[in-house]
């Protein structure tokens, strides 16, 4: 056995170097140096993030990572948010839970996405977990307010419950009540996603006054605009506040109630909400505007010219959210007034109407791009675009690491030359170097998939609807693109070859779904038997696919890379090799 | 952090890529790409001689790149325990395919499927189109109310199944659904009687679901109304 290289310094001084250490990789890096150097960090590693929860198992984790203080667990597929996983598919968190309970008796944090977290999961966190302090339920489901009452009487040390777009049934607890007079430590709520009968305004109320250290709160849409003043008053430390409902017609008394309380708000940097908002009452926020860093408008109706008249007092804007009613002529206001934007998102008002119903197209993009020089993030619908307009954006913002465009409807050319997008998004992943995120839409050849494969080497997330011709494009993609984590394609003929020819690939990324596109059950199958280490989900709720003629597609496929094997908790429309299933529990 | 699973690509590749020299493929690359600068064949020609990516197969590099690892060299080459899943083959991919349907561009395709819609698309997420519901429904009613229609016009589309041509209708002039039934059998050419009942009127809400518009009272229909089909019922 060769001399330890490290020897000269003790474990003790290895770890306490190693606790300096916090980003993933670098400790994944530092724990491949030598066999001490895997042993110490093991034993010193506090935080894990576990990107597809059936990547590895529970009991994997634990032997590895003893003293575990922080989890992230994510579960169901991106194309969850659009509805084309169906309901039952998996992403079940009471496993880890209860595996952790036993394991992790000082785990503090857990933040969870895209998984199914029951009543009795919430209990049994409550009941585990002595100094629980952190709680994210980011678009999880399956709990209800019992499980929230859970935390909230036992939770003592709770600092942060954050539900962001989460599904709670309503089981008529006032949960919030649960918290005991005693408890004072919250500082971030975000309960924005509850319906208006699972919220006591009186116990919201008593709770922020006693809780002075609240940074972030974020109420759901049923406390009326008087009662937001009142909790603005009582919580005035606010960094981050989500606006309630605004009532129908300004009336001055609420109005100059609400300007004053926000006006107390020194440190407030970040808004949201603005349901059914009334343009009448932007102006009480005027006085935090300056401060701004964030705002959020994307639920609010607010017209091209409030919406100008508000950004114009933003100039320290950071991030905004906002719909299609911003116009072209709204984003132009931006990029002359907001130096600071790094991130921008624009959603569609009316999605499903073939006739745009704002005057929002390429030009705003163009203009934000020209005017705003750290811009970083995109994510845009619209309806119309050009190369011309996409390869300007390239050129004005070669520092773009996230652009996200949706043109609504599918296999829309060029309007300008009715060309394919293949030459403009070539121009986004050419010049964007850094690029990790790129969404496609459009008219779209396997061209673009060359551009890609050849120039996208950061990139780390793909997303792909109905594009390109034939296997060649997703060959590109796969065989180009080294830094590739997770792709998802949905309606493009791409099938059996790209697919095998690229398997060694598969097991180098996190994920690969393909819906709607042409990729045979035989081609699945053999996938699934010659690469142990990837878990090949077909889901098809019309029946077995082998029941169907041989040349007949697969409905959606889900591919992942896993060292633990086959999962066990499969619903029966999601189909595997014949092997798997005799090892299936019996429903 | 993310558990390292420690899985790079095989140093040689599992399947033979004699087909990834791209210009020799046969696929033909767009040329001419005008103002825009991006000649394809002259990067492609310096992308594939410095390639040295281990994960793509790379060109054979006869034409003078400064890759070490002949890839062709088969006799050479051992091929790992692996079985190679596929050989790409020098013939064009899906050449045996049906040629791609090239999609109806004048018809929206969010609405295709019979009028069943995409599923998921615009990538909009469920949770969004619930609060937007929730916002749509508000403004619609404060504007019913009013007696205007949310958006400025008041022509919608209606189509009929089986008949490829769309029409406008001002609804409007409408005020009940016997008036718009009698005008839309008039439209269509239905003879009254067994044409009426042969056909249901369904109708797109803004929230993209199809609806039957008989489930729904006139003000309701009236308020989220995007467009009209008339489907063949059934019964």
Redesign the interface.
């Known amino acids: 056995m060769p001399k330890r290289l490290a020897s000269s310094l003790s474990d003790e001084v290895l770890e306490h170097v190693f606790s300096f250490i916090q980003?993933?990789?670098d400790?994944?890096v530092v724990?491949?140096v030598c066999k001490s150097w895997y042993e110490i960090e093991r034993w010193c590693?506090r935080?894990?993030?576990?990107?597809n929860c059936y990547?590895?198992s529970p009991e994997m984790?634990i032997r590895?990572f003893p003293q575990v203080r922080s989890i992230e667990l994510k579960g169901k597929p991106h194309?969850t948010?659009?509805?084309?996983v169906p309901d039952g598919w998996g992403g079940y968190v009471l496993p880890w839970i209860t595996e952790m309970a036993g394991a992790y008796p000082w785990l503090d944090e857990i933040r969870l996405k895209r998984m199914v977290v029951t009543d009795e999961s919430l209990e049994l966190i409550a009941k585990s977990f002595k100094d629980f302090k952190v709680l994210v339920l980011a678009?999880c489901e399956g709990f209800s307010t019992d499980g929230l009452a859970a935390i909230a009487a036992s939770c003592k040390n709770l600092r942060e419950l954050d539900l962001r777009?989460s599904e709670v049934d309503d089981s008529s607890v006032h949960w919030l009540s649960h918290f005991p007079e005693t408890y004072t430590s919250m500082v971030s709520l975000n309960i924005s996603?509850l319906g208006s009968g699972e919220v006591s305004f009186s116990a919201l109320e008593r709770l922020v006054s006693r809780c002075p250290n609240l940074r972030s709160l974020k109420l759901n849409?049923a406390v009326p605009l008087d009662k937001t003043a009142n909790i603005l008053r009582l919580a005035p430390q606010l960094v981050e506040f989500s606006a309630c409902t605004y009532s129908?017609e300004l009336r001055s008394d609420v109005f100059s109630n609400l300007a004053g309380a926000f006006s107390n708000c020194k440190e407030l940097r970040s808004l949201s909400g603005f349901?059914?908002v009334v343009p009448d009452y932007l102006p009480a926020i005027y006085s935090v505007c300056s401060r701004l860093t964030s705002l959020n408008l994307?639920?609010a109706?607010i017209l091209s010219p409030d919406l100008i008249k508000l950004v114009s007092h933003c100039p320290s804007l950071q991030r905004l959210l906002v719909l299609d009613y911003i116009e072209d002529s709204g984003l132009e206001a931006l990029a002359s007034n907001c130096k600071d934007l790094q991130e921008l998102r624009v959603?569609?008002?009316?999605?499903?109407?073939?006739e745009p119903?704002a005057s929002l197209t390429e030009q705003g993009l163009v203009a934000v791009s020209l005017g705003c020089p750290k811009l970083q993030s995109v994510l845009y619908?619209c309806r119309r675009m050009s190369?011309?307009a996409l390869?300007t954006i390239a050129q004005n913002r070669p520092n773009l690491n996230r652009f996200r465009l949706?043109i609504?409807?599918?296999?829309?050319?060029d309007y300008l030359t009715g060309e394919p997008f293949?030459?403009g998004f070539?121009?986004i992943v050419?010049h964007c170097k850094a690029l990790i995120r790129l969404?496609l839409s459009g008219l779209l050849?396997?061209?673009v998939f060359?551009y890609i494969?050849?120039y996208a080497k950061k990139l780390e997330m793909l997303?792909v609807?109905?594009a390109g011709?034939?296997?060649?494009g997703l060959?590109h993609v796969l065989?180009?693109c080294?830094s590739l984590r997770k792709l998802e394609i949905?309606?493009c003929?791409f099938?059996?070859?790209?697919l095998?020819?690229n398997?060694?690939?598969l097991?180098?990324m996190q994920s690969l779904w393909m819906s709607s596109c042409?990729v045979s059950f035989e081609a699945c199958k053999?996938?699934s038997q010659?690469?142990p280490?990837l878990n090949v989900e077909v889901i098809d709720e019309r029946g077995p696919p082998d029941s169907r003629p041989e040349n007949c597609t697969v409905d959606k496929l889900y591919i992942y890379?896993s060292?633990a094997g086959p999962r066990f908790d499969m619903p029966p429309f999601v189909w595997t090799k014949d092997e798997d299933l005799a090892l299936r529990l019996s429903p | 952090?993310?558990?390292?699973?420690?899985?790079?690509?095989?140093s040689t590749?599992?399947?033979p890529f004699k087909m990834?020299d791209?210009n020799s493929?046969g696929?033909e690359?767009?040329e001419g790409?005008g103002p825009?600068g991006?000649n394809?064949n002259n990067?492609?020609d310096s992308?594939s001689s410095s390639c040295s990516?281990s994960?793509?197969?790379g060109a054979d590099d006869g034409g003078g790149g400064t890759k070490k690892r002949r890839l062709f060299d088969e006799e050479n080459r051992i091929v790992p325990k692996?079985?190679p899943?596929?050989f790409?083959t020098n013939q064009?991919?899906?050449d045996e395919?049906e040629p791609?349907d090239v999609?109806d561009?004048s018809s929206?395709?969010?609405?295709k499927n019979d009028g069943e819609?995409?599923?998921?698309?615009?990538?909009?997420?469920?949770?969004?189109?619930k609060?937007?519901r929730?916002?749509a429904n508000?403004?619609a009613a404060?504007e019913n109310s009013c007696g205007g229609r949310a958006?400025s016009s008041t022509y919608v589309k209606v189509k009929m199944e089986g008949n490829a041509i769309a029409r406008k209708i001002d609804i409007s002039l409408h005020h009940s659904f016997e008036s718009l039934t009698t005008t839309l059998m008039r439209m269509f050419d239905i003879s009254d009687e067994n044409g009426q009942k042969s056909f249901k009127l369904t109708y797109?809400d803004?929230?993209?679901d199809w609806l039957l518009a008989e489930d729904v009272p006139w003000r309701t229909f009236i308020g989220s109304l995007?467009c009209i089909k008339l489907i063949r019922s059934r019964c």
């Open positions: 980003s993933e990789k400790r994944n724990s491949a590693r935080k894990i993030f576990v990107g990547a590895v984790v590895r194309f948010d659009f509805n084309l678009s777009e996603c849409r129908a349901w059914d994307s639920y109706t959603f569609p008002s009316d999605p499903f109407d073939a119903n619908f190369n011309a390869v949706c609504i409807e599918p296999n829309t050319a293949d030459v070539g121009a050419e969404s050849t396997d061209c060359e494969g050849k997303s609807a109905f011709d034939s296997d060649l060959h065989s180009g080294e949905r309606d003929p099938g059996d070859k790209a095998l020819t398997a060694a690939k097991e180098t042409s053999l996938l010659k690469m280490r890379r060292v | 952090m993310e558990l390292q699973l420690g899985l790079s690509l095989p590749p599992i399947f990834l791209l493929y696929y690359l767009r790409l825009f991006i394809v990067n492609c992308c990516s994960s793509s197969g692996t079985l899943l596929l790409w064009r991919p899906n395919d791609k999609d561009h929206s395709a969010i609405f819609g995409l599923v998921g698309w615009p990538p909009v997420k469920a949770w969004r189109k609060v937007r929730r916002v508000v403004r404060v958006s797109l803004r929230e993209g995007k």
